[in-house]
T-cell receptor, first 111, second 117 residues
Framework: DQQVKQNSPSLSVQEGRISILNCDYT??????FLWYKKYPAEGPTFLIS?????DKNEDGRFTVFLNKSAKHLSLHIVPSQPGDSAVYFC??????????FGAGTRLTVKP | NAGVMQNPRHLVRRRGQEARLRCSPM?????VYWYRQLPEEGLKFMVY????????ESGMPKERFSAEFPKEGPSILRIQQVVRGDSAAYFC???????????????FGSGTQLSVL
């Protein structure tokens, strides 16, 4: 029951350009969303979050957009840097212990 | 994610053996979560523990899996009589408190890669 889906397993962009990572969810009860970043051989680290009362949250080069009617969120990274190369997980928090994660998108930023 | 220590990093077991995965949370954290990541899938919640208590084990398989977080020492995820399907990366995360913002306050360890031969 994959309630959080990241349909693109990988994405490659040029340094300096925008990276857009997408995430779809099916459960309308989700009201809080997070993005995590994971480097090889490390655990995920929190990147940015958004509550369903907002449609946008920005933190430096990272912006998360939420479209509740479409049950879709996206993470924009601009400008992209080689150090951003990692796996990005989208997660939805239904306000219990069972936070749901997507399968991840591997971002490669080429110099 | 500095501070949450998991060991071993890699664990190889033959079918039928037992696997013990350890997690030491960050200093001052009394909430521990275990997640499993199967190949090509996202992290899946298994169990949430506080010191000496299992709070939520709704994501844990009913058989062969158990978890504990004793008063002293690390949290342990134990898998008895492992099968090939148990091969996965197991991540532990700790949090200083149970709150609505816990996703942001969740700190992950580097994981244990379990391989069952």
């Amino acid at each position: 029951d994959q309630q959080v889906k990241q349909n693109s397993p990988s994405l490659s962009v040029q340094e300096g350009r925008i990276s857009i990572l997408n995430c779809d969810y099916t459960n309308s009860m989700f009201d809080y969303f997070l993005w995590y970043k994971k480097y090889p051989a490390e655990g995920p680290t929190f990147l940015i979050s958004i509550s369903s009362i907002k449609d946008k949250n920005e933190d430096g080069r990272f912006t998360v957009f939420l479209n509740k009617s479409a049950k879709h969120l996206s993470l924009h990274i601009v400008p992209s840097q080689p150090g951003d190369s990692a796996v990005y997980f989208c997660a939805a928090d239904p306000n219990n212990n069972d936070m749901r994660f997507g399968a991840g998108t591997r971002l490669t930023v080429k110099p | 994610n500095a501070g949450v220590m998991q060991n071993p990093r890699h664990l190889v077991r033959r079918r039928g053996q037992e696997a013990r995965l350890r997690c030491s949370p960050m200093k001052g954290h009394s909430h521990v979560y275990w997640y499993r990541q199967l190949p090509e899938e996202g992290l899946k919640f298994m169990v949430y523990l506080q010191k000496e208590n299992i709070i939520d084990e709704s994501g844990m398989p009913k058989e062969r899996f158990s978890a504990e977080f004793p008063k002293e020492g690390p949290s342990i995820l134990r898998i008895q009589q492992v099968v090939r399907g148990d091969s996965a990366a197991y991540f532990c995360a700790s949090s200083p408190f149970r709150s609505r913002d816990r996703g942001e306050k969740l700190f992950f360890g580097s994981g244990t890669q379990l391989s069952v031969l």
